[in-house]
């Protein structure tokens, strides 16, 4: 790490491959790491557990809010704009697909990168700077293991209830603003709900809510391993390079599944 | 994250202590709760889907063949009366150039199809197509599993040119019935001036007839024929009375029906007494000729046969006069005489 003399910018993360290909080798050797049961071990799990209570729990009354507040205005949006211009049978198909497959997958990964994100990094940044990850090399235990990866996994499972909650809630609502607390609609929404998600559907929605949250977890925290040890100068540039790389990475992602789906 | 300690021998173990020391008792409780939730409701929704999509309902199979299956799509609704009772499954175009259109259709709504049923694939301006299903009568029998039908297509869009070059031509005749000097605008004058006259003093008939003066005309030749027809009343009766006794007259006994029968017979042994005497003549015309020379001796033959030849006639002569007396519609009186 003594090679990154000049990580004075943030925005140089960006343009650097080296960089890139860096937080592509740590990103595989998290995920195996992740899968692995070896990596498990109690203080592991207690680590995991906590960056899933810090990144999930303690911001879900906020979250669901959000949630609740952004999906009420945006059905609301369709359901007024739909019936002006005559489409309203179509509307609660727009919602399922707009809000429920793109817009809550996409904004719960901005929301957890910015408030858990940029913690994450900022956390692995200041023990690479205290040496404490070599240190931890150097008395034979596994750095990877034993802290990087619990976070990890804790901060994508945490993204993945985000994610879930989230779509929880703004079907609910999209059905009450439709057709209001009766279960009368539920037939032709359950139809609706059978034409929207379909198996490539689901498939791809998965996958991408996976992406966000291992992208969420893995790019911050392998762009603070390049902070240089000794020199707390060069934390706030990792952090800020991190999330840089972070919102690039869930904006390709996001509009490669929608070019993939609609061109 | 402020569980961290500044100091860096063992920082793994002395993070965890701190961590215990900091966080709430029931911290794995809470996230075990919020894993479980979301492990459970996306297990939930992952089921919810496969019902919607009726994986877990029969199904029967139909295939509906079309000339274009522009606008449908994998996943469009079959409706029957607006509800949707099943959904395309694959589209595909056939050898012979035709679409085949795989529907299923949850056997708990088959029963809206039977064998009379239509299929017509809508496709209007604004939004996807739409397969419809109508049946007329709910009591034929049902549709079989993997029946085949035709579907018919209703394009708006294809329609709108069409009904556009209609819709033109019925507005130029409209103009051109509605323009000045039109035969409309014509038939309506006349049929003002027509009924102007029927409100007139002689109303429908002078309208009818076109003039207050002709109108009168007429009334005054039904009054004449009223008239005419007062008088020819009386003329009948009379004529029954003449009727009745010239009846008497010409069929009556000694009627002259009666006489002219007489008047036949006689007429008819006249004729015989006349045919002898001709007879007679003849022969003696031939002697006659034969004894031309001998002229004097026949002379006096001749002589009498010549009055009595005479008087024959003469009683032809008046009995034809008789006849022609006593039978009236006979006016020619000649006789021609052989």
Known sequence: MAAMSETSSAGAFLYRPRSWRRVLRFAGLATVAAVSPSTYSPQAREVAVRQIYYTAWQILPGYALVAALLGLLLIEVVVVSARKYGVTQYSLELVLRVLVLELVPLVTALYVALRSGAAIGAEIALMTVRGELEDNEETGANPLHAELVPRIAGAALAVAALTTLGCLITTWLAYVVFYGFTPAGLPEFTRIVGNVFDGVELAAFGLKCLLFGLAVAIIPAATALEAERGMMKSLPAVVLGGLLKLFTVIVAVEVTTLVVKYA | ?338
Request: proline share 3%.
């Open chain 2, 1 to 338: 994250m402020a569980e961290h300690s500044d100091k860096p021998a063992s920082p793994a173990a002395a993070a965890a202590d701190l961590a215990a020391a900091l966080l709430p008792r029931s911290l794995g409780v809470k996230v075990g709760i919020l894993i479980a939730f979301t492990v459970m409701v996306i297990g939930a929704f992952i089921v919810y889907v496969l019902y919607a999509r009726g994986v877990f309902e029969q199904t029967q199979r139909m295939y509906l063949i079309a000339d274009n299956a522009e606008g449908l799509g994998v996943g469009t609704d079959l409706t029957f009366a607006g509800f949707p009772i099943g959904y395309v499954r694959r589209i595909r175009l056939r050898d012979d150039g035709k679409v085949r259109i795989s529907v299923r259709v949850p056997v708990s709504e088959a029963k809206w199809l039977r064998e009379s049923s239509v299929f017509v694939l809508d496709v209007p301006l604004v939004g996807a197509a739409k397969l419809r299903a109508y049946t007329a009568n709910l009591k034929d029998a049902p549709l079989a599993d993997g029946a085949e039908r035709p579907v018919l297509r209703g394009d708006t869009a294809e329609e709108i040119p069409r009904l556009v070059a209609s819709v033109r031509s019925v507005l130029e005749n409209l103009d051109q019935i509605t323009d000045t000097g039109s035969s409309l605008q014509e038939s309506l004058k006349s049929a003002r001036t027509v009924t102007e006259r029927m409100a007139g003093k002689y109303g429908v008939l002078g309208g009818i007839l076109g003039g207050e003066n002709n109108a009168r005309k007429v009334i005054a030749s039904i009054d004449r024929a009223n008239a005419l027809l007062a008088s020819l009343n009386g003329v009948a009766l009379k004529m029954d009375t003449v009727l009745s006794k010239t009846d008497q007259r010409v069929l009556g006994s000694g009627g002259l029906v009666d006489e002219t029968q007489k008047a036949v017979a006689q007429a008819n042994a006249i004729l015989g007494e006349v045919s002898a005497s001709l007879k007679r003549v003849d022969g003696i015309l031939a002697d006659a000729q034969a004894v031309a020379g001998n002229a004097k001796a026949a002379t006096t033959d001749l002589a009498a046969l010549r009055t009595e030849v005479e008087a024959s006639l003469r009683k032809v002569a008046s009995l034809i006069d008789e006849i022609n007396r006593k039978w009236p519609f006979e006016r020619d009186t000649k006789i021609k005489l052989p």
